[in-house]
DNA sequence: GACGTCTGTATGCGATAACGTACAACCGTA
DNA sequence: TACGGTTGTACGTTATCGCATACAGACGTC
């Protein structure tokens, strides 16, 4: 009841980012307000932290800066997030599925990438009851088709990728990969773990 | 560049998402509102798109969600999912040295996963001007050696790698890569960002 | 030194976000 | 038909977001 503190981003911090990425595309702020549609005044107050923009500014602030809202929010939300891998993926195909992959990085704890490749036979999917579809909050996901053809069907939506095609998503979205194809398709995948706080 | 076409957020659509979101942990508004320190007038608003909050109530809302805010804003944007086709990487040209790479992943600030593939020529070395050989501190590594003979010179110490090894190390201590064979070495390289400091 | 131009910030006012309260509609019970 | 108990929403007030304008300081030019 008592709104739990809920460890919300600290607004605080945002406009901080927003000076840094600013400072970084060598924009001032009547350039920026130029290209977000943001008065200068206002992203000054953002930037110092004296006020608490809407989302519709912040939307316009994060766009100004070639970001999503979610991206630009990301960047200060990382250290919140803590690694919990009780079960590490295992080793091993699963030759039964079509879907058999083994994971390259050193299992060491603490790992903040870890490398796996896959290989999927025709019509086979990822996501069987040892790979789950979801992974840890804030985790990315980052794909290399190295053979055949693959779909990728994250949160709904379906993106048809062909080999030496690359593709990076939150991992954290339930998602998998299809070989919509009549060869086998391998996939190099690198799942990128929340930071955890120092 | 591929990346994402940059539509500004529809803040209305998130509404819906919040009163989906809500619905379906069974909590009515004045629930909502005592978990995320909201208002229940104020969430019906934000629900129908009726205003658009600051952040800081969004990030309460989201909070009450038990979401992060930036995963909240995720779920109605498209930047979840970038790819880059294998015709748009970006390549790092240093044919004369020897050493070409393209970098495979996104070109996101953010991102705490890049992906590069290089190839070494024989004798021929990384560490070229384009290529430091010290990355952030806390930065970590991880190569995969997928064609040909390395061997990794980190902090002065000499690791000889063959096709097929996979090697995790500190980035943030100088390092570098050789091909001490008579053929094209291929090696796939993950560095992961290290915690941000600002 | 005076000038034009750039930087970021303080000021005043209109628009609106966010609140507390009060209301209408729906449901199970008596 | 009433009656508490929900639900979500309309009202009126206060706080503040966000703008246009105006300002102080830094830099380079004449």
Do not use: K, W
Not at 97 to 107: D, K, M, R, V
């Amino acid at each position: 009841m008592t709104t739990a503190e809920q460890t919300t981003t600290a607004p605080e911090v945002l406009g901080a980012r927003v000076r840094a990425l600013r400072e970084a595309m060598d924009l001032s702020l009547r350039d920026l307000a130029e290209r977000c549609g943001v008065s200068a005044p206002m992203l000054s107050q953002v930037e110092r932290g004296e006020t608490s923009p809407t989302l519709q500014v912040a939307a316009r602030i994060a766009g100004g800066l070639d970001l999503r809202l979610s991206q630009l929010l990301r960047l200060d939300e990382d250290g919140a997030v803590t690694i919990v891998r009780a079960d590490e993926r295992r080793t091993g195909p699963s030759s039964v599925t079509g879907h058999a992959y083994e994971i390259l990085s050193p299992p060491l704890p603490g790992q903040r990438a870890e490398l796996s490749r896959h290989t999927l036979a025709p019509g086979a999917a990822t996501g069987g009851p040892d790979d789950p579809p979801v992974h840890e909050p804030g985790s990315r996901e980052t794909a290399l088709v190295e053979a055949g053809r693959v779909a990728l069907v994250c949160d709904g939506r379906r993106f048809e990728l062909d080999a030496g095609d690359c593709v990076t998503f939150d991992a954290d979205l339930p998602h998998h990969f299809e070989n919509p194809g009549d060869r086998d398709a391998v996939l190099l995948a690198v799942v990128s773990a929340g930071l955890r706080r120092s």
